[in-house]
Every structure is written in structure tokens, then in C-alpha cells.
């Protein structure tokens, strides 16, 4: 209830002591109610308390003291409440010497804002006053003189009636006018002054009209104040045209184009319609139109294409000062178990062999060895078996010297022919290492007399290519083929600049669980440092760590030293070649061009180009029974042979399809591709996760796991052969000569026979041959042996013969008696 409603407070009456108080309402109600008061409980200390232990009670204890605290204990909480009272004293006063400081901040800078505001108003009112008055002027000095030049010269006592105008200047303003003006001056300013001060503020007029949202561009801006300028300067207000250099591609879009000549795209489609060309802002058009409506306005052409991304990793050739000599390179090669990995363990002094399933070597190793000397020489390990060719063609393309190892006690065979035909293919050095020379069975110039047979002519037969005889079980010969390897790039004096730019060949490539994508990389140029930016194929990435031949993370490796990269995106190909970029952008680019020029290569070349061909292959492929499988490896080198391999399987009524084959463990997405193809899922040295296993078992998938390649490979020709028809092969068993012709009530005509060769069996097929012709091949309805139907006649007996549905038999034909048998087939 206010003071201002004209009705009294509640009180008190009669007294302090009053217990009755009267309540009024409205529209003259009362009420009485009842007030009851408490007085202050006074404590009364009793006679027999004790004084205090001090002599009486502490200065700041005046009042009293609440039972069972000592004097201590009150000393305590009176510092500890003065103690609380000073620091709020010094806290308030901290907190209004802060506050202080920021008025005083915030006076300053609106003080501050105030005076350059003040200061461009002032200039922009000068601006403006300036060319109203020069505009004010011009326009009243060409009124004077239009009139002037109109009216007749006025008589002179007109003249001196009248008082003249100045003709330099405009009239006098009247006092009324001139203060109206200076009154709309002021209010021009304070409007002006209010709108920069709330320029920042939004309000939910502007928000709600679309106000405030779309502001004028910087250059917008500095377009209009330099109008601005040359109109308060008097000049004439031209545009300087600006001729830009346009990168045009194959194609373009008419909005693109416009924007990357600058000029507004309603003109650019105001220009394709001149020249007869209706297209709108979004629609694309070929270079050649773009070209014609970029000369029209008058800017420069410059063609370019999607392959030009690439140009920022193009070759550049190093000065001869800048190069510097690097390790060589050595390629192990050669047949299957010849003791190409045993040989390279021996000279590391290593046990690479143990770990390789089946004794086999089935990816590319590269390794760094240092010689006794201090030569450091860098080794690749290709696999010898015959999947494994294009590893092998890989390790020969990035090589200095290939050494080739053909065992003493085995010769030449197949993959040490390929091996020579790769090397001379990519045309580097070769040297033969004639290898087990310890066995007994070794015999060192055999290999050497079947070299000859490839045009490989050793040294010891007159020829330019060294050989050594080695044994890596006892070590023999090892320093002889260390010296030949130093002697060999001593001959080639190789060379490379480790101050540019990296690159450098995949050698292999996998999908590590907990690393993710890994290429193993052998540096050819440059130096790969770790935080680098590099595109490898169809894939990029920035350099995360650097891991050596040793497991040790590096910062760096230059030429001729093989590291394993992570950071890749994805895992690259094996075989692609490294480059580094500057920045990730570039990377990405190139990345993406090089996968969509992939994926339409690919499309092209799956794609049949008639309809004759789209017929032809239909029915090829119902004549063929397909065997699909799913595969899936630890490295990318693996996974590719093994594919070609796959590729390889089959002949004319049969063949392999891979559906799908990548790097990396079997997923679930793995087994839903082989439930909806109904294949089986090949692992090579991976295995499926819980998740996968799980699903396989319920949907029904086979999965079969490999460590060596052989059984691979000859567990999917068993599976496929038995998807090729049996052949059916004939076994004569007997000969028979009709002798007579009888005809029998109810049977027919019955040959009487004489078995002259072999056996007659009643389940046999049999044909009918006449002057060694065949006229008729059937079953017997009946065999006898004079009156009891029998199941064979051997040679040399007599018996009646009929055939099922025929009867056109004479004597002396001849039945040619055999029976057909079912063989399986397998592919070679």
C-alpha cells in the first residue's frame, strides 16, 4: 500500500503495548486483529560463575561471551574477523580504483571517437559546402549570362532605380533564409552523427525490412569516394578499363567467365546474344565462343587445360654443381628358391628368411647396408615366383645394378629369363651371382654355358658381365660380390641433388591397422623431410613420420634410402611415383584429377563401343561359367600379382572373376559383397575382424586364409575346374561279324553273330557299320547266347543280336561294340 492512496498505515494503538490493531477495507469494512509482541531474552549470568583465567575479560571482548570458548579461542575470531573486515575494505577499494580506471578508459576512447568522428564530419561538410558552392556559383554566373545575353539593354534611369547584382558571386541570402539553413545544417549533422553512432547496432526494424543484412564492398566503396573526389575536383568522372589475362579451359560457364574477366554478367549475356548465342548464367559454353566474347571486351586469352595441374611437379633439370654422389641401388632378382633372400641375410648378417611363410619371399624388401669399408649400399628383394612379375618389373625400373642369383646346382629357369629380360629392358648393369656353389651338385659352368643361350656373356667366358660364385650358408664369396657391386657404381658415378624438392617410387604399399595407409618409398632425388606436403598417384598427403629399414623413426632421408611414409589419405598403388608439393591444395588437386582421368579410362575401356560387340560378348559370357572370388592382402604388391595371377586362370568354357581386391584386413562390407555374389573371400596374410566373422557364420560365407601364394593359386584351379563339364571319352570293347539274319515272331529281325574281337556286353552302346561306314548307332534290345538272354559274349562265341528301333542289318556287317566313360577335367 503507497504513501499517495490517501488511507493510513497500519499501526500501533494505544501504546507500544497495544495487543489490538484495527485493519480498514474498502467500502467501509474494518477488522480487528490481535498483535502480539516478544520482548528481548535477557541472559542472567549466575552468582557462582568463574571469572575469566586473564584477570578479566579481553579489550575487544566487550559483550557477552557465549558458554565454553576460552579467551584464546575469542582472541582468534576477533583477528580473524578484523582480519575478514580488512581485506573487504581493501578489496572495495581495489574494485573502485578498477572501475575507475575503465570510466576513465571509456572516457577516453569515446572521447577519442567523438574527435575523429568530429574531424570527418567536419571534412566531408567542408567537401560538400565546397561543391555547393562551386556548383551554386557556376550555375548562377551561366543564369547572369543567359539573361544578359536575352534582355535589352534597360534604360538608365531603370538602371539607377535598381540596384545591381554582383555577376562573380550569388545574391545575398536573406537573414531568414540564412538562419532556415543553418538550422537544416544542424539537424543534417546531428542526423548524421546519431547514424554513425548506432551504425553497428542492428535494430528489429532494419532486421525485420532486411536492412543491415547485404553491406557495399570495399572496392564499392573506394569507387565512390573517388567519384566523389573528381566530381568535387571538376573533373570528368572515367573509368580506366583494366585489361586482365583470363585463364580459359575446355569449357566454361557464362557466370565464371564473366567473373574472371570482371565485368557484369547481364554484359557477357547481352554479348552472347549479339553474336547469336542464347545461354544463360549457369549454362557452359566451349572455349572457342569464350575466347571471341573475351577479345570483345578487350582482355587476353590464355588457354589452359585440366592437365596443367601437373605442371607444378615437372622435371627440372639439376646443375652439375649441385649434384652430389648417393648410394647405389641393387636389385636382388632371380628364380624361385635360388637363395636370393638367404644371400642378401648374409650379407646384412640378418634373418629376414625366418619370417617369410614357406621359405618364400613374397613382397619387396629394401634394405640399407653398410660394407666394412663404410660403402653404404642399398638393396631390393623382389620375389621370384612367376605371380611376382610385375614386382620384379618395379625393382628393375628404380635400380642402378641388378645382380642376378642363379643356383649352381638348378641353372637357368623361367623367372631368371624374365629377370634378364627386365633388366635389359630397363638397361642397367647386370651381375651374376652363381649361388649354393657348396652343394655337391653345383655345377658353376652350366649356369654359365646357359647364360650364353640369353645373350648373358660372364666374364670368365670372354664376356663384359661379372659373375662370382657365392654361398650364403657358408658365406663364400661375399666380399668378391661387395667389391663387384663397388667396382660396378664406381663405373656408373652416380649422382643426385639432395637440396630440391623429393621424389621417389613406391615400392610397396599397405593398410596397417593401427597406422593406417604406409608406403614403403625409395627416395630417387631430393630429400623427404617429416611435415612435407607430397601426392603420390591418386592419393596425397603431408609426411607424419619417417620409419627406416630398421623400424627408427627419422626426420629426413635423402637418395638411394628406402623409409616407410604415414600420412597418406588413402593407400596409393605400388609403383607410383612420390612427389613433393608446396602447398596441400596443389596435392589435392592433382590427386583428384589423376582419379577422375583413372576412373574415365577405366569406364572407356569397359565400355563396348557397338552394339555388335555388346551381342557378341552376351553370348560369350553364357557359354562361360564364371568362379568369383573376394580378395584381400596385407600389401599392395601382393594383392596385384595375386590378381594378375587370378587373371590368368581358366580357358574357353571357364575363367576367375575378382570382384573386389584391396589392401587390409576382411570387413564386414567384404563379407556383404560376397553374400550378394555368392563368392568365396581369399585372405592373404590377413585375417577378418570379430565383426566380420560374426557375419560370415550367419550369412553362410567361406572364408579361407593364405600365407603362401602356391596354394592360393592351386586351390582356385581346383575350384574352378570343377565348375568345367566332364569329358566324355569311348573304350571299344568288342567287335562282332554278322554271320545270318533271322526273323524271330514278336522280336524282329535277330543278327546271329560271331564275336571276333574283344567282349560283348548287353549294357554297351553298339554301332552298325557297313563297308566301314557307320549307318546306325544305338542300344541292343537283346543279347542271346542260343535261347537265354545273357549279359556279355566273349570273343570267339556265336549269339543273336538286336538293335532297339532298327532292323536294316545284312550279313557281314560289322557291330563295333564300346562304352562311354566320364573324366574330370583340371586346368594346366
Known sequence: MSDSDGKKTLGLRGGPRSGNVKQSFSHGRTKNVVV???????????????????????????????????????????????AARAREVEEAAKREADEKARAEERERMRAEKEQKEREQREAEEKARQKAEDEERRARDA???????????????????????????????????????????????????????????????????????????SMAAMKRKQERARQKAMGGPVVREK????????????VGELANRMAERTADVVKALMQNGIMATQNQSIDADTAELIIEEFGHKVTRVSDSDVEQVIEQVDDKPEDLKPRPPVITIMGHVDHGKTSLLDAIRDAKVVAGEAGGITQHIGAYQVTTDSGTVLSFLDTPGHAAFTSMRSRGAQVTDIVVLVVAADDAVMPQTIEAINHAKAANVPMIVAINKIDKPAADPNKVRTDLLQHEVVVEKMSGDVQDVEVSAKTGKGLDELLEAIA?????????????????????????????????????????????????????YGKVRALINDKGERVTEAGPSVPVEVLGLNGTPEAGDVLNVTSTEAQAREIAEYRASAAKEKRAAAG?????????????????????????????????????QAMEKIGNDEVRVRVLHYGVGAITETDVGLAEASGAPIMGFNVRANATARNTANQKGVEIRYYSVIYDLVDDVKAAASGLLSNEIRERFIGYAKIKEVFKVTGVGKVAGCLVTEGIARR???????????????????????????????ISGQECGMAFENYDDIRPDDVIEIFEREEVERKLD
Open 142 to 216: 551561366a543564369a547572369a549570362a543567359s539573361k544578359a545575353a536575352e534582355e535589352p539593354a534597360a534604360p538608365k534611369a531603370d538602371a539607377g532605380a535598381r540596384t545591381p547584382r554582383p555577376t562573380g558571386g550569388p545574391a545575398a541570402p536573406s537573414p531568414a533564409r540564412k538562419k532556415g539553413r543553418e538550422d537544416d545544417d544542424r539537424s543534417n549533422r546531428n542526423k548524421n552523427r546519431d547514424d554513425g553512432r548506432r551504425s553497428g547496432k542492428l535494430t528489429l526494424n532494419q532486421a525485420l525490412s532486411g536492412e543491415g543484412g547485404r553491406q557495399k
Open 487 to 539: 667396382l660396378q657404381s664406381e663405373i656408373l658415378d652416380i649422382k643426385a641433388n639432395p637440396d630440391r624438392a623429393a621424389q621417389g617410387a613406391v615400392i610397396e604399399a599397405q593398410l596397417d591397422v593401427g597406422r593406417g595407409p604406409v608406403a614403403t618409398v625409395l627416395i630417387q632425388n631430393g630429400t623427404l623431410r617429416q611435415g612435407d606436403i607430397f601426392v603420390v598417384g591418386e592419393q
Open 607 to 643: 565400355a563396348a563401343t557397338t552394339l555388335e560387340q555388346l551381342m557378341a560378348k552376351a553370348k560369350d559370357d553364357e557359354n562361360v561359367s564364371e568362379l568369383p572370388i573376394l580378395l584381400k592382402a596385407d600389401v599392395q604388391g601382393s594383392a596385384e600379382a595375386i590378381f
Open 36 to 82: 502480539e509482541t516478544k520482548r528481548k531474552r535477557v541472559v542472567v549470568p549466575k552468582p557462582g560463575a568463574s571469572k575469566p583465567a586473564g584477570g578479566g575479560a579481553t579489550s575487544g571482548n566487550k559483550g557477552p561471551r557465549p558458554a565454553g570458548i576460552s579467551d584464546a579461542e575469542m582472541d582468534r575470531r576477533l583477528k580473524a574477523v578484523q
Open 242 to 253: 583494366i585489361v586482365r589475362n583470363v585463364n580459359l579451359p575446355e569449357a566454361i560457364s
Open 763 to 793: 549294357s554297351a552302346g553298339v554301332r552298325l557299320l557297313r563297308d566301314d561306314v557307320v549307318i546306325h548307332e544305338g542300344t541292343l534290345k537283346t543279347l542271346k547266347r542260343f535261347k537265354d538272354e545273357v549279359a556279355e559274349v
